[in-house]
Each structure stands twice: as C-alpha cells, then as structure tokens.
C-alpha cells in the first residue's frame, strides 16, 4: 500500500473546518442565539461542501490507495507526524460525517435542548464533527488518539449539560469507560512504536509504515498483548458486548442531538480502529482474536434484541438496538474476510443512518408527547400518519429489509460467516453464523413490536385530543429527507458503497497475507501441526 | 583512614535530624534539624570525597551547603508568614492538606 | 470423487442465452411499472381524480401487456432458438461425454442427439441479462433477469390476478379510509413479485422474497386501528422471518458450496448441481434449509398457522397474495432451485422425504381444519394451505411439472373463489357463514355461478382446471401401479399418493359445505350491520344494506367471470399425452404443452427428471373419491340437514353438528329422526361426525393451542428471557461489575483518607519509610 502522495491541503481544510467555524462563533456574545444557529449550519455545510469536492476529487480507480495523502513534522522529539490522508475505507464514513452533522443542524433550529444556551451547544457540536472527521483520516497513531480523545470531551458536556434527568451518571459513566478503554489503546499504540524498530530500523507512528510491515516480527505472545489492549480501547467504543452497558444511558439521557451524533459517527470510530489500525497491524494477533471477537458479536446479536424486547422506553429500546446492530458489524470484521470487512463498513454506513434516524423520531415523539413510555404511546399513525409511517419505514431498514440499506450490512456480514479467513474454524463461524441469523427474527419481533404499540392502534386516552400532536414540521422534513432518501438509495444500489470500500479492503488484507507469518502461513502451520 | 567513623558521626547526625523532622512540633526546631540531615550528607561527601582523592564531594559539599543556605531562607520565611498569620509555629496545627 | 470426474468429463454446456427477442430481454420493464406506479400513488396519488388507483390499474395493465407479449415471444423462442447463435465454443464443447456412464452425461449425450439427429426439435434456453450491481472481495455480483418458461408463466398469472385484482378492489375497498395507500401497495406487491419471479440470483430472490413478505405485513394490517389485524400482520412477518433463518443460511450454503463457489447466479448454482460438483452434504444441508423457508412462506404444516390469521387483510388482499402468488414464492424458489431438492433430498428412486412428508402432512391437516371453520375466508385459507401443500408434495415427489401447473391452475379458481367470498361478504357485511350467510342463492346468483365453478375446479371434477392438475399429481407419486400404472415416475411415493387421496375427498367435501353454508339454506344474517371491511357507515346507508343483501357491481363481477372462465378452460393447456387421441377433434395440440413450454427438461440447468405415464384409472378413481367426498358432505348438509332445519323450523345455526346432535334430537321429536335416519346417524353422526367433530377438533385445538400455543410461547420466553438478562444479568451483574468497580476505588479511598491527615510530618515520615523500604530493596538486589 503506497500513498499517493500530494501536498493539498483539502483534507486539513475539510478537517479543520468545523473548528474554525466554532471559533468564529466564540467571537459573537451568546445572546445571538440566531446567528450562533447561522453560522454552525453555514460551517457545517461548508464542511459539507469540502466533503463533496472530495467525493468528486477522489481517484475511485485506485480506491485501495491512500489519497491526498500529507506527511509533515509534528512532534519531532517522539516521531508523531501530522500524517493525514483517505482510502476508499475511510471515504464512506467521512462522507456520512459531514454529511449528518448539517442535519443536526437544521434540527436544532428549533430544538434547543433545555437548558438552552444554543452558542456552547453548537460550537461543541462542531468541534465534535472536527474530531470525528479528524479520527478518519488520521494516518498517524498519535494523531488518531488525539482525534479520538477530542469526540470525548464534547459529548461528555452535551450529556452532562443538555441531557435528561440522570445525565450526570450517564455522561460519567460515558467518559470514564471510554477514556479507560482508551488508556490501554494507547499503551497498545506505544508498544507498537517501541517494536517498531526492530523491523523498521527507526520508531515510527506513521500508520502507513506499521501497516506495510503488519507483524513486524513481533513475538505473537506480546502481539496478542497489544491486540487485547486495542480490542478494549476500540471495543469500549463500538460497543462490544459486554463493555456496552454505557450505551443505554448515554443514548437515552443525551439529547436528541447527541444521540444522533453518537449513533451515526460516535460508535463507528470503534470498528474503524479495527479494520483500520487493529488487524491490518497485527494480523497473527487478529486471527488468534477472531474466534472470541466473533463470538462476543453474536452474543450480542442475542442479547441486544433480547435486552430490546425487555425495554419499556422506546429511547433505551433503540439504544439497545444499537447493541444488536454493531454485533453484526463486528461479526463481519472478525470474519478476516474482504466479504466480512466490506459487509462491514456497509453496516457501519447503514446503521449510521437508520439508527441516526430513528433517534432522530425519538426526539420528535418526546418533544410531542413528553415521553417515551411504549405503554403510553400508541396510534401514531392516526394522529401523526407521516411521522408513524417514516417510523414504519425506519423499522423495515433497520431489522433489515432487503432493498433498504440494513439488508447490505446485515445478510454479508451473515454470509462471511459461512467461509472466514483461512486458519480460523469454520465450524464456530457457521455456529455464530445460524445464532445470527435468528438474531435477524428477533430484531424483527422488538422493531415490529415496537411500531405496533407505538404507531398502531387507537391514540390512548391522555393523547386524544393533544394540540401539541402534529406531524412532521418543515425543519423536520428538512433534516430527514436525505437520510430517508439515502437509506433507500444505498438499499437499491449497494454498489456504490462496495465498489468504494472493496478495493481498499482486499489492499489491507493483502499485506497482512504477504506477510510469511501473516494470516495464511499460521493457517498453514496450524494446519500441519494439527495433521502431523 | 578512619571512614567509618566519619560514616558512624554522619549516620549519627542523620538520625538526629530525622527524629528532629518527624517529631519536633516546632517549626524552627524542624527547620535545625533539617540543616542537621543535610551536613550529615556533607560530611559523608567530603569523607568519600577525600577517601576516592576526587576533588567532586567537596564540591558538592559546598553545593549543597550554598543550596542548604537558600532552603534556609525560604524556610525561616515560611515559618515567619506562619507566625504572623496564626501566631503559632506548631506544625502539627498546620493540616491544610487534609483530605 | 466420482462425482468430480463426471463433471470434467462433461464441459459445461450453457443453455442459456443473452441474445433474443426484445421483450425477452427486456422483461425487467414488466416489474419496474409498478414499482414507479408504487413511488407515484405515494407521492401524488391522494391528489389524482381517482386516489391513485388509476395510475396502478395503467400500470399494472401496461405490465400485463408486456407479459404477455413475453409470453408469445418465449413461446416462438421456445421452439425456434438456435443454439448455434449463443456461441460455437459452448456448443461445441458437448463432445465424447457418452462414454461415461453417470446420468449427467447420458442426458448430455441425449441432449446432443436431439439437436443434431431430430433436427426439429429445439433445446430449452433460457434468456438471461444482467448487468452488474455491486462487488466484494473482488468479485463482482450481477443483478438481472432471467426468463424461461416458469418465469414467463409466473409472469402472466401475476400480472393478470393482479390486475383483476385492482380492478375489483376499486369497489370493494371503494371509500376506504386509506384507498391510496391500499393501491401504492399493491403496486409494491405486485413489482416485488415480478422482480422476484425475474430474478436471475439467489440474492435477487432473497430482496424479493422479503419485500413480498413486507407488502404482505402492511396489507394483512392494512386496518391497523383494531389490535387484531395489527397481532395478524406481525405474526405473519415473524412467522415467515423463522423460516427466513432457513433461507438465509440455504441460500448461503448454495453461495459457498456451488461450483467454486462464491457465486449467486441462479443458473451456475444449478449446473454445478446438475453436474455433480456439489459436495452432498451441502446440498442436504440447503434443501433443508430451503425447505423450512418454504414451510413459512407457503404455510405447510408446522409453520401454517398464520395464512389463516392473514385473512384479517382485506379481501383483494388475500386474493392476490395469500392464495394466488406470495404463498406460492416458495414452491417457485423450490421449483427455481429444483436441482438442489433433487439431488439434496435424494427425490429419484426413493419413497420419502422432507419436502414431499411436509407436503402430505399439510395436504390432510389443513383440509380437515377446513372443516370446523365458520369464517368463508378461513375455509378458503385452510383450502389454500391444503393444495399449497399437494404442490410442496408434488416437488417433493419429482412431479416439477404437476407442481407448476397445479400452481398455475390454483391461482385462477382460488383467485376465483376469494374474491367471490369477498362478493358476499361485501353484501352481508360479514364473513361469517353460519351467523349471517346462508340463502345468498337467492340473492346473488351471478355470485353463486362463479363460485360454484370455482369450488368445482377446486374438487378436481373433471374437466375442470383443478382436475388436470390434480390428477398429474397423484400420478407421477408413482403410488399408483394399477392398470396402465405409473412407470415413469421418479419414486414410488405410496403414502404421499394415499394422503392425496385423502386430501381430494376432503377437498370436496369441505367445499360442498361452504357452498352450502353460504349460499344454500336460508338467509340468516340481516340483524346486524358489521363493518368488517371498513367501510364508513355513510356508504352502508348508501348501499341500502339494512334491508337484503343484493347483488355486487360489475367491477367484482366482472373479475368473477374472468377468473371463472379460466377455471374451467386453464386445465386444458397441459392435456395428458393420449388423451382424446384418435377421434376426429384431435387436440394433439394441446397435450402437455405446457411440459413442452415451461419445463426446463434438456437444459443444464435442470435434472432429468422422469415423467409418469398418465393413468385413465387413476383418473376415474380419483374423480370417484372426490364426488365420494362431496357426496357424502351433500348428503349431510343438502338433504339432511336441509330436511331438519326446514322441519323444525329452524335456522341450521340453532341445530348443533355432528355427536352432539344425539341429546338435541332427543328434546326435539327424537323418533322421527332415530327411525329415519338411522343409517344417516351411522354415517353422519359417527363417521363424518368424528371427522368433522373431535377429529376435526382435535386437528384445530393442536393448531391452536400446540402449534400455536408455541409459537406464542416462544414468543412469551423470548420476552421473559429478555426480561430476564435485562434485570438480572445486564442491570445486576454487568452494570453492577461496573459500579462496583467505582465503589472499590470510591470505599479504597474512604480507607486511604485517614492517611491524608495534612500534617507535613506525616508525609514525611512516610516517605523517609518508602525511602527505606526502597533503600533496603536495592541493598538486598545488590547482594544477590
């Protein structure tokens, strides 16, 4: 995997961007609540608008490549560079990045959460969106820890400060499992720079180098040591049964902007440190993870739609469902298959935007009814049939309907199962491959329950004659549409994400296969070991 | 030469020092006793100083009393401004870091 | 091993075309019609003059007009293709294969010489284009379609109930509270259904299998507004989602297993079967798989339960979907994929298996549920259970084309009979035959015509459509050895073809009695106005319903002629080879064209599969039982039970059925009937009794409460369990190792505070003790 080099400066632009924004915001007094709400839009859809100019710019024929690629001094005394650039593995999710975040923002045009204060709500969102896009394209381990420790911060405030009832126990529970995790994700980080040396003759950080000399010859004793501190630090966040019981309070107590943010970009920072850092890294130490990784995944394929069906808040119910979702993207990651990593970042995209959504509902039906109780809820479809129909339609995408885009994150990720990467067993991936599928029959029972009590019906007595039970409102349709188009679009033509993110794949499976102790030769060994 | 007992006076010094740190309630007295650990150490350094025939422990000797000059200074200050704001140098009532 | 060799003895032989006719190859239009008329009645349709359903009714016709065109242009295809136009180098490549003696390459020899001796006869291609739609692992997937026989005939019976359907459902659903969503979805059924029945991958026909799945939820709760049409729908969508775990890990299996592997492609995946290249256990594994797949989707026995719960759905809606096309997805992916069944199930030479056992079960289950059903549209539903099941049977026992046709024929009088049903209903205002039917001769015979040849095609009276396909059944069980016999067949499948036995008499019986609950007898409904179809109750003022019922329009009628005219003549396409043959009319044309036109047979794609010869006594015999059947229902209910009600003077209703009738007679003039009936009694209270009473019952209450009770029950552990891990083990032990981890550092910091005292001397002290501690460590690090 060679860069193509380059010393534009657009990605630093597109990465920037949000957070210059934000301290132009600093500069106007809070009180302008209009113009704070101005210019985070404008700066999001500038960043927007970087973000197309890098779909357009992108080389899709050399996808595998790392493009716009920028290697300059940053740290010298340690060797961390400012290395940034994109692949066709991080181009699907920067584009889902910038593209929700505008979203948000036209949402939160006339959903301030209470207590108010739209300037430090904003700029925190926009600095959020500079760490998210930051993470994606950081090509430096340091770099990438930075990004992903700077997502920490803001979210922790926007729950601590704009959430529900119990925030303070949801915010602190969020940040302390997330920066636990971490440590050890950077001590993972570190001891791949000291070990570096030995094959690289120089410590290095640079992403690209350690990806090329994946092993490195690094003893599979310390290898699996330093795979296990990443597993946490990634594992935490994506979240992987059982590190996920943060999730739950985190997305229920976070406001409806968080939420969204957390479940569309937040929780992909995790599987992106898998395919991107963990695995193409240290890929001996993978394939020794791969079978509990797996398996833990399908646990909480179960245990996700079981915890669902036990919920009687339909904001913790999509919260679980979170749980459920990212079971099966990590089952397609610990597959160490092209078809599974694919499958993969498709239901990473996929989830982004159901789910995304789904939040997004959740938050409108709170604002409507002041609450989220199933049991009180009911006869949507009667008193707001656009809302109870768009609730309808998320429903189907996210339990997987074919020709909506769950289907293209879910069945592959099923399908890799069936074959993983040589030197792992076929017969536990074909178990964890029938548990999932059946997960698929419960998703459908706690979804469609779901609307049932929710959307059908009668509205119950208490809601009848509510004046404050209208449908969808223009900033709604506003800040849906895409996602409602985009769900359906990548549904019919899933290709357009494949055709991205396969080449990259293959590329970063490659290596690790050239590699004499790579993923084939211990299969090859083990094989012997076990026939003689 | 006679190295160990200019060890055993040092030894000796250092010991005194420290059960004047540990328990004396008096802030000056605290303050002495330090002095008495820090010319212990100097009195080791010139010892091996001289025993080695290197000129390197006199210097630190003299090092450390220039230091020990300075940490005299600040340390009588201290215990001035603790006086003057509680009219007391008894140490065991200064417990500001309790936790 | 073995296998292997054969294969590269053969090199592939491709039957299958990209270059033909125009409407061939570009059939993918037939389904997109609908779907843009599916995208434009949910966005415009509430503002068209009309409410959207003229937009379906031009599409869905347009469609139709296509299909048939397809049709016509398959049937020139079909026997004028020259299989030199595809390529020299395929086939060529059918070379020196006749010296092996494996069965693939006796077929392949044979398939050489009908092309190079005959010279007339024309080898079966099938038309495939497809153009690619996404990629993985470096390879790249296409979507397409493909179109043969079976596609084709698909093709036109959906597009065409479809369109019948649409028409009647403009009065029949006419004022409803969500019209245009009724029809966007019908357009959404009918494009998911034709995309399933085009596609040329196993992954197309997952997408579409789904999406026909999701129309069927949203139809079956079309009235949502009443909990139990919303239970019906979800427990439909969740009961097919069980067998879809079937379907998921068979068609992956098929994925992986199939000719190297890694491809969807329906035809490849075939070939790779049809060549032996497929390990067996693979392809046990994914014809069972399939099988569980279809058992929901095509309601067989054990996962039925919810075709008959689907009738809450407006009436078009169980017309179209759950009698004529969605619940036969499953015998078609079965009959697309036949070379998987018949290799995995091992169908030639045998006499049992899974399909085939499924099939018979469901044939004589569900027929006797019919029975105690008092719901005209439960009856119908068990009905169609009943005769999906003789088509599972019929894969299941080699009979490919018998299934397909029975099938095709099925579609037309159950299609017949459910929107006749919905006739009736629409006057009555109910659906209940026994409360508020009976009489409704009378009062809508144009009605009662259709819906008697309906349930005559149905008992397989001669010659009516059901009667054909029926017959071609039972033969090719290879159960029937008798008189002329059943050589060819691929089995001898003994105990499927007695279950069908039993399966026509019952057939016939139990329509015998819905005929004459219906619409025989007197009127008994009248007293009061249900809404059963939503109707507002402005439009039943205007109907004039408080007084009789009367006679529906000519947009349900019409549909009804229609559909009643295919009944009778549809059977005639697939006439027996010898039938009427010698006399002056000589339909030599009309036999087994349909064999001819649809089955695969000499393709590479398909096995080669043996065909019974068919049996003039057979025919008789299963004609006998059949009339034995109705006979014997006629009996009870026309004659006897007739007699009594007019007697008595009663409505039927207040006279119970079957045992219980003893103590009844017993109050009300018991010596006339013991002395009159006597061998009535017999036969009636006794025989037929304990069929239609306990056995019938005991069919329903294991329906009921154990099939369905576990369902539920599943359903209730899944939930309790859920319960269970949330509270104990999330919220406890998970959540808890988590809290209690802070409050160790939280109680261990309590502990360490005492040390904090804020004293300098304190600290001091401890640190001159670590100092020593350490000092000590390296003395005694030193000395070692």
């Known amino acids: 995997m060679d860069p193509i080099a380059g010393n534009d400066w657009m990605l630093t632009a597109l990465v920037f961007a949000p957070l210059a924004g934000a301290l132009v915001m600093a500069l106007f007094p809070k009180e302008e609540e209009g113009l704070h709400k101005q210019l985070a839009l404008v700066t999001s859809l500038i960043t927007l608008g970087l973000g197309v100019w890098l779909l357009v710019d992108f080389d899709y024929g050399s996808a595998g490549r790392i493009q716009h690629w920028l290697d300059k001094e940053w740290i010298e005394v340690i060797g961390a560079g400012y290395t940034i650039g994109v692949d066709g593995m991080s181009l699907p999710l920067i584009a889902l990045t910038v593209l929700v975040m505008p979203l948000v923002f036209v949402y939160s045009w006339d959903h301030i959460p209470s207590p108010g204060n739209a300037k430090a709500f904003l700029m925190l969102m926009l600095i959020l969106e500079t760490g998210m896009i930051g993470t994606f394209v950081a090509q430096d381990l340091i770099l990438f820890f930075v990004f992903f420790e700077v997502v920490l911060l803001p979210m922790f405030f926007m729950i601590a400060v704009w959430g529900g009832e119990d925030r303070r126990y949801a915010s602190l529970k969020f940040f302390l499992y997330t920066l636990f995790g971490s440590a050890l994700m950077l001590l993972g980080f570190l001891a791949l720079f000291f070990l570096s040396a030995d094959s690289l003759g120089e410590h290095t950080f640079n992403m690209v180098d350690l990806t090329n000399n994946a092993g490195m010859g690094i003893a599979r004793s310390s290898q699996l040591l330093i795979f296990g501190g990443m597993f946490l630090g990634f594992g935490v966040k994506v979240p992987m049964f059982p590190f996920h019981t943060w999730l739950p309070d985190a997305h229920t107590q976070a406001p409806t902007q968080g939420s969204v943010i957390l479940a569309a970009v937040l929780l992909k920072l995790g599987t992106y440190g898998f395919i991107r850092i963990a695995i193409p890294m240290l890929p001996e130490a993978a394939e020794a993870w791969a079978p509990y ?79 989220l109780e199933i049991s009180r809820l009911g006869g949507m479809l009667v008193q707001a049939p656009h809302l109870g129909w768009i609730l309808g339609f998320t429903a189907m995408a996210s339990l997987g309907l074919p020709g909506l885009a769950g289907f293209w994150g879910e069945f592959p990720a099923i399908l890799s199962a069936y074959n993983p990467a040589n030197g792992l067993a076929e017969e536990t991936f074909r178990g964890y491959m029938v548990v999932a599928a059946v997960g698929t029959v419960l998703a459908a029972g706690y979804l469609l329950w779901l609307l049932q009590r929710t959307a059908m019906g009668e509205p119950p007595e208490e809601f009848k004659n509510d004046p404050e039970i209208t449908d969808v409102n223009t900033f709604e349709w506003i800040a849906w549409t895409p996602l409602l188009f985009l769900i359906v679009l990548f549904g019919v033509a899933p290709g357009l994400i494949f055709e991205v993110t396969d080449p990259a794949v293959v590329e970063s499976l490659n290596n690790c296969l050239q590699l004499p102790d790579g993923c084939d030769g211990v299969a090859d060994a083990a094989q012997a070991a076990s026939g003689g | 030469m006679l190295l160990n007992q200019f ?75 603790m006086y003057r704001n509680r009219r007391s140098i008894d140490l065991s009532e200064a417990d500001l870091l309790k936790g | ?71 016509v242009a398959w049937l020139d295809h079909r026997d004028h293709f020259e299989l030199e136009k595809y390529g020299e180098e395929q086939a060529i490549a059918v070379s020196d294969g006749a010296a092996s003696a494996t069965d693939t390459v006796a077929y392949t020899a044979r398939f050489v010489a009908a092309e190079a001796g005959e010279g007339g006869a024309h080898p079966y291609v099938a038309v495939q284009s497809s153009t690619q739609w996404l990629q993985s692992g470096g390879i790249e997937f296409n979507a397409g379609i493909m179109v043969d026989g079976l596609s084709v005939m698909m093709l036109f019976v959906v597009t065409f109930i479809s369109l019948l359907v649409h028409v009647y459902s403009t009065d029949y659903v006419g004022g409803d509270r969500r019209y245009t969503h009724f029809f966007a979805f019908l357009s959404l059924f009918t494009a998911s259904m034709l995309f399933f029945v085009l596609s040329d991958n196993i992954l197309q026909m997952i997408v579409g299998w789904e999406l026909v799945g999701v129309c069927s939820f949203a139809l079956i709760g079309h009235w949502w507004e009443e909990k139990p049409n919303s239970d019906a729908a979800l427990k439909a969508f969740l009961t097919n989602r069980v067998g879809d775990v079937g379907l998921l890990v068979g068609m992956i299996t098929l994925f992986f297993a199939a000719g190297g592997g890694k491809t969807f492609d329906t035809i490849k995946i075939n070939e790779a079967v049809v060549q032996g290249g497929v390990s067996h256990t693979a392809l ?47 015998i078609y992916m079965v009959a697309r994929l036949y070379p998987v069944f018949w290799e995995g199930m091992q169908i030639e030479g045998s006499s049992i298996n899974l399909l085939a056992t499924v099939g018979a079960i469901t044939v004589v289950g569900a027929g006797l549920l019919a029975f105690v059903q008092d719901d005209i549209k439960k009856v119908l539903a068990y009905s169609t259970v009943s005769q999906l099941g003789y088509m599972a049977m019929a894969l299941g026992v080699g009979a490919w084309t018998a299934a397909v046709f029975h099938l095709f024929t099925h579609a037309f009088f159950k299609a017949n009979l ?20 009976g009489g409704m001769r009378k009062f809508m015979p144009k009605t009662y015509v259709t819906f008697v040849i309906g349930s005559l095609a149905l008992a397989g009276v001669f010659p009516l459509a059901g009667f054909w396909s029926k017959d071609e059944i039972l033969v090719n069980t290879g159960g029937w050895d008798l008189l002329g016999g059943s050589g060819a067949a691929p089995g001898s499948y003994t105990f499927h073809f007695v279950m069908g036995m039993i399966g026509a008499a019952l057939t016939a019986a139990y329509m015998t009695r819905c005929v004459y609950l219906t619409f025989h007898g007197e009127y008994r409904g009248g007293h009061a106005a249900h809404d059963d179809h939503g109707h507002d109750h402005e439009e039943d003022a205007a109907h004039g319903h408080h007084g009789e019922p009367h006679e529906s329009g000519p947009r349900i009628l019409y549909p009804l002629y229609i559909l009643s005219a ?42 080669a599969v043996g065909h019974a010869t068919p049996s003039w006594s057979l025919a008789i015999v299963a004609s006998l039982v059949a009339v034995a059947g109705a006979g014997f229902a006629y009996y009870y209910y026309f004659i006897r039970l007739d007699r009594l009600s007019k007697q008595l003077g009663e409505s039927l209703v207040a006279i119970p059925n079957g045992i219980t009738t003893t103590n009844v007679f017993a109050r009300a003039g018991h010596t006339l009937l013991v002395n009159k009936y006597y061998f009535d009694h017999l036969y009636t209270g006794i025989i037929a009794g304990f069929t239609k009473g306990p056995l019938a019952r005991a069919a329903n209450w294991i329906n009921q409460n154990v099939i369905d009770g576990t369902v539920n029950k599943a359903g209730e552990s899944a939930v309790q369990a859920g319960q269970l891990v949330y509270h104990k083990i999330d919220q406890a032990v998970v959540d808890g190792a988590v809290n209690l981890s802070g409050r160790v550092s939280d109680a261990s910091g309590e502990e360490l505070r005492a040390i904090n005292s804020g004293k300098v001397q304190n600290y001091a002290a401890l640190m001159f003790a670590g100092a020593a501690v350490l000092a000590g460590a390296f003395v005694i690090l030193l000395a070692l």
């Open chain 3, 1 to 71: 091993m073995f296998a292997t060799l054969a294969a590269e003895a053969v090199s592939t032989v491709t039957t299958v075309t990209n270059d033909a006719a125009w409407f061939l190859e570009n059939a993918w239009i037939i389904p997109l019609l609908p779907a843009i008329s599916f995208a434009l009645i949910l966005f415009f349709g509430k503002r068209m003059p009309y409410k959207g359903a003229e937009i379906g009714i031009t599409a869905v016709s347009v469609s139709f007009i296509l299909a048939i065109l397809t049709g």
């Open chain 3, 418 to 437: 459910f929107l006749g049903s919905g006739s009736v209903a629409h006057a009555v205002h109910s659906f209940d035959m026994k409360k508020d039917m």
């Open chain 3, 284 to 330: 046990v594994v994914a014809a069972a798989c399939l099988t569980a797949a279809v058992m929901s989707k095509s309601g067989q026995f054990i996962l039925h339960t919810w075709l008959p719960d689907a009738m809450a759905g407006p009436t078009p809606v169980s017309a179209l979907i759950h009698a004529a096309t969605m619940v036969v997805a499953g």
């Open chain 1, 293 to 371: 990784i797996g398996l833990l995944a399908v646990i909480g394929i179960i245990y996700g739609a079981l915890g669902c069906l036990a919920q009687t808040d339909m904001k913790r119910l999509i919260a679980f469902s979170s749980v459920a979702h990212m079971g099966f993207v990590m089952l397609g990651i610990a597959t160490l298959t092209d078809f599974g990593i694919n499958a993969a970042i498709f239901g990473m995209v996929a989830h982004g935007l159901i789910t995304g959504m789904l939040f997004f509902i959740a938050g409108s039906v709170k604002e409507r009814y002041h609450t």
């Open chain 3, 566 to 607: 295919f009944s009778i003549l549809i059977g005639f396409v697939n006439l027996p080879p010898g039938f009427l043959a010698g006399s002056k009319k000589d339909p030599a044309g009309w036999q087994e064209r349909f064999l001819h036109f649809v089955e695969p047979a000499g393709s590479s794609y398909f096995p």
């Open chain 2, 7 to 81: 060890l055993l006076l040092a030894a000796v010094l250092f010991c005194i020092g420290v059960y004047g740190v540990l328990v004396r309630k008096n802030g000056m007295l605290v303050l002495m006793s330090v002095e008495l650990i820090l010319n212990a150490v100097n009195i080791n350094l010139v010892a091996f100083g001289t025993l080695t025939d290197d000129v390197g422990g006199a210097v630190f000797a003299l090092f450390t009393i220039a230091v020990a000059a300075a940490e005299v200074g600040i340390g009588l200050a201290i215990v001035l401004l």
